[in-house]
């Protein structure tokens, strides 16, 4: 494709997108990609059904510097679990929630370990 086509076929391409997609010698097309936004996971699995009791959940985070403690959120976390299925809700009836941090180790990568029980 010539730098023209991509204007043309995309009006608000970035300069480095156009020169990704400027070898004029390759049988490669531009794809079009589209993003949906959704708040449930992309498909159902009924063979991964979630647990049916209330579940304990506990969040490390392994810090090289420690946060103050109003800071340390897990509320992108847990909804993340919830998105994906792992957990049937966040509602207080179906999850305790517990959150720590550690410093972490000499050599140890920064990390969150997230643990679910099932009480």
Not at 41 to 49: F, R, T, Y
Request: glycine share 4%; charged share 35%.
């Amino acid at each position: 494709m010539t730098r023209d086509a991509i204007k043309a076929k995309f009006p608000r391409a970035s300069e480095a997108f156009i020169k990704a997609n400027l070898d004029a010698d390759s049988p490669r097309t531009v794809a079009v990609v589209e993003r949906l936004a959704r708040h449930e996971s992309l498909a159902a699995d009924k063979s991964q059904e979630g647990a049916t009791g209330k579940l304990f959940i506990r969040f490390v985070s392994v810090r090289k510097r420690l946060l103050d403690p109003d800071n340390l959120s897990e509320k992108w976390l847990l909804d993340c679990l919830r998105y994906c299925r792992i957990i049937e809700g966040d509602e207080p009836e179906k999850i305790s929630i517990e959150t720590t941090q550690r410093k972490a180790l000499k050599g140890e990568t920064e990390r969150t370990i997230i643990e679910i029980t099932e009480i």
